[in-house]
């Protein structure tokens, strides 16, 4: 445990993206102190309890998950007690000590068929076994303790773990070409930059003020698709003096999955922003950064200046 006197801010979740986003670079004001899954286990209720009841927090960060979409459809037990049965034990315990709570969640609550950015107010909808989990999830929290803060979020990449950014720049290695979905539409979001919202969001629930309740998006700016998203990942990371593969749309009937992806996962963030003072970075440049970070480019930049 730290002892910079900050007021603390209690993370599930510390080794996955968000988590690691969130260590690395601590929200101004505050300390993170990330148990890791084998001291505090959302499908534990006792090791939940203990550790909200270890001190007065300044807020609970729920960033942990089952989030494996496909996997999700064979272990629906073990997506369910991370995803629902484990928000809503955390919320009790939150709400008994009149902790905030910020419980992290998806696009996957929706079924992707609107033809607009989804809003908080749109009907959740979900097609899988994740989905349903992370719904479920987001009305326990909802019901459970009135001092919540539901943050939607998509697409997530990050310079950790596994993500489709990851994957591209691993691909660009060993393939001279590559087949990418043109039929889905969304945010891609750092990370890093869900971890800056994450401050926003507590810097304000630490405020005497009347506090903000209830589901909020955030994703990154503008809109594209797995192909859009892919074609700048490599651009930038040509930069680098990386081979980019060649690139072919393909529609996602060409890519079965086990689970059927929504076509539409954008999110107006509006709302977020409005309320916690913080507009999301358009997602070009956040994608860019985190490109220069695993080619080395920022560095080597650094270097010549
Ligand atoms: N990834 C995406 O594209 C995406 C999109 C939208 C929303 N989200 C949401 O964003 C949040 C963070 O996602 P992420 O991408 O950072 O996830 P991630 O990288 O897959 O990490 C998941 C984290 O949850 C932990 N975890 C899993 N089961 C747990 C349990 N029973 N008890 C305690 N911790 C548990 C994992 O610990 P271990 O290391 O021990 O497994 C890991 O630290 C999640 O709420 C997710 O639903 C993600």
């Known amino acids: 445990m730290s002892g910079s006197g900050l007021p603390a801010l209690l993370l599930t979740g510390g080794s996955g993206q968000v988590g690691l986003a969130l260590r690395e670079a601590p929200p101004a004001g505050f300390q993170v102190v990330a148990p890791p899954r084998t001291e505090l286990d959302l499908a534990d209720a006792g090791s939940v309890r203990r550790w909200v009841g270890d001190r007065p927090w ?10 494996a979409v496909d996997a999700a459809e064979t272990h629906a037990a073990e997506a369910w007690a991370a995803n629902a049965h484990g928000p809503a034990i955390l919320a009790r315990a939150t709400a ?10 998806t696009d996957y609550v929706f079924d992707g068929g609107l033809d607009r950015p989804y809003r908080e107010d749109d009907p959740v909808g979900p097609v899988s076994v994740y989905g349903a989990s992370k719904a479920a999830g987001e009305m326990a929290v909802a ?27 691993r691909l660009a290695e060993t393939r001279d070409a590559l087949s990418v979905i043109d039929d889905q539409a ?6 890093l930059d869900i971890a800056a919202a994450i401050g926003a969001v507590c810097r304000r629930l630490a405020d005497p003020a009347p506090q903000p309740a209830g589901i909020f998006h955030f994703a990154g700016a503008g809109e594209t698709t797995w192909y859009g998203f892919a074609a700048r990942i490599f651009e930038r990371a040509a930069q680098a003096g990386v081979r980019a593969p060649a690139l072919t749309p393909i529609p996602s009937a060409d890519w079965p999955t086990p689970v059927r992806r929504p076509a539409n996962s954008r999110l107006d963030t509006t709302h977020f922003t409005r309320t916690f003072g913080l507009s999301p970075r358009p997602w070009t440049e956040a994608t860019d950064e985190v490109v220069d970070r695993l ?3 920022g560095e080597r930049q650094g270097g010549r200046a």
């Open 58 to 67: 300044a807020a609970v960060v729920n960033a942990g998950a089952w989030t």
């Open 186 to 191: 969304g945010c891609p979001t750092s990370a």
């Open 96 to 105: 008994e000590r009149g902790l905030p709570l910020v419980q992290i969640s």
């Open 295 to 297: 080619t080395g480019a």
């Open 143 to 169: 019901a459970l303790n009135p001092r919540h803060v539901i943050l939607r979020t998509a697409w997530v990449y990050s310079p950790w773990g596994a993500n489709f950014l990851r994957t591209m720049l």
